[in-house]
């Protein structure tokens, strides 16, 4: 089973197109420098890393589930390992932050993948979440939006604390930051 339970082809079809879209001045450029700026120091997990753009302003580690992704990111230098986050390869409690940067929405099984965030995350451990906001009609490929408050009380269920929550309708996102208690 792959993470993001539903097939994209946008790699195949657009290339390494969040490097293409950092380099003009775009809504998805504003996005990348807010999560840039956003994330703590210490080692950092990207899920669903895709092209590694993000992956690289943050000096993280990645995983993508697309054979695609993963090589073009590799092709740009960054450190992304094709895998499932519903069964990470890694040991317990390594990294600082995890950050899940418009994957939840996708996800037909999230509770799975925040249990494995849970494992891979150190005591006091960060996890970031980035997804759009529901309302009007939903993405065909999303298996379930949610309102901030919808979220945060859906994590904080997992065992985390809401740090801050911030939406920004005009790059029609939602920013979530949650300690692990």
């Given at each position: ?88 390869p890694y040991k317990k409690n390594i990294f ?49 939006e949610y309102t901030p408050e919808e979220l ?30």
């Open positions: 089973m792959t993470f993001m339970d539903i097939t994209f082809n946008k790699y195949e079809k657009r290339g390494a197109y969040h490097w293409k879209e950092f380099n003009q001045n775009t809504a998805y450029r504003k996005h990348a420098l807010i999560v840039q700026q956003w994330i703590s120091s210490g080692r950092t997990l990207d899920i669903g890393a895709g092209d590694g753009l993000i992956t690289s302003l943050i000096d993280a580690e990645g995983i993508d589930d697309n054979e695609t992704a993963v090589k073009l990111a590799k092709e740009k230098g960054v450190n992304v390992i094709l895998g499932d986050a519903y069964d990470m600082d932050n995890v950050l899940m940067g418009d994957v939840i929405e996708h996800l037909k099984y999230p509770a799975k993948v925040i249990d494995q965030i849970k494992k891979v995350l150190k005591p006091k451990g960060r996890l970031y979440i980035v997804t759009p906001p529901k309302g009007g009609k939903m993405d065909k490929y999303h298996y379930k945060q009380q859906y994590i904080e269920n997992f065992g985390f604390k809401t740090m801050n929550v911030t939406v920004r309708p005009n790059l029609k996102r939602m920013y979530l930051e949650f300690q692990l208690i």
